[in-house]
């Protein structure tokens, strides 16, 4: 059980071109997922809390203009990088917690992404 | 400001020894604990969670907490190549957000 969906698992784009990255909880529903993103030998960063049927929560000097979080439903998170640079590259990663009291949070797999 | 530290390593250990990683948090309040471990490249997998002070084991893991010292380990047993990664440490005050360790990379020598 819980297990969590990110795809694509790998992108490259164009500077300027907008990405869509898919975060899905399989066998449970999430009210809360995150967005991190995590550079080379560094650790993960935390970038936005989505949470279903309001506005994401985004930590600070994250752009959210740049950083599009939809949350439509308990199982399905999306965070688009709108006009992407290459400052952008980096390991996104999602990851769902079942009880948000636990807060046991599963990651996915992770989207590497790499503009040129 | 949140903080939760832990030892970036390398640390190696050889084939079938015990592999003691430690981690330390300044918030005083957090109430749970996290192990995951993340292969180069991979995201992060879950290895264990601890809430209440003392030992909790799971297989050849055991994770180790200490509330008053604000302290938590986790002891791999009989080492294995394959445990070879990078092991991040988080915490949580219960309704809020992770604050993850810069993590420790494990070098089990064969």
């Known amino acids: 059980g819980a297990v969590v969906s990110q795809h694509p698992s790998w992108v490259i784009c164009k500077s300027g071109t907008s990405v869509k990255i898919e975060c899905r909880s399989l066998d449970f529903q999430a009210t809360t997922m995150f967005w991190y993103r995590q550079f080379p030998k560094q650790s993960?960063?935390?970038?936005?809390?989505?949470?279903e049927g309001s506005k994401a929560t985004y930590e600070q000097g994250v752009e959210k203009d740049k950083f599009l979080i939809n949350h439509a439903s308990l199982t399905l998170s999306t965070l688009t990088v709108t006009s992407a640079h290459p400052e952008d590259s980096s390991f996104y990663i999602c990851s769902a917690s079942p009880d948000r009291a636990k807060n046991i949070q599963y990651f996915g797999a992770g989207t590497r992404l790499s503009v040129l | 400001q949140k903080e939760v530290e832990q030892n970036s390593g390398p640390l190696s250990v050889p084939e079938g020894a015990i592999a003691s990683l430690n981690c330390t948090y300044s918030d005083r309040g957090s109430q749970s604990f996290f192990w995951y471990r993340q292969y180069s490249g991979k995201s992060p997998e879950l290895i264990m969670f601890i809430y209440s002070n003392g030992d909790k084991e799971d297989g050849r893991f055991t994770a180790q907490l200490n509330k008053a010292s604000q302290y938590v380990s986790l002891l791999i047993?009989?080492?294995?190549?394959?445990?070879?990664?990078?092991?991040?440490?988080?915490?949580?005050?219960?309704?809020?957000?992770?604050?993850?360790?810069?993590?420790?990379?494990?070098?089990?020598?064969?």
């Open chain 2, 77 to 110: 047993r009989d080492s294995q190549p394959s445990d070879s990664a990078t092991y991040l440490c988080a915490v949580n005050n219960y309704g809020q957000n992770f604050v993850f360790g810069p993590g420790t990379r494990l070098s089990v020598l064969p």
């Open chain 1, 44 to 51: 993960l960063m935390l970038m936005a809390t989505s949470n």
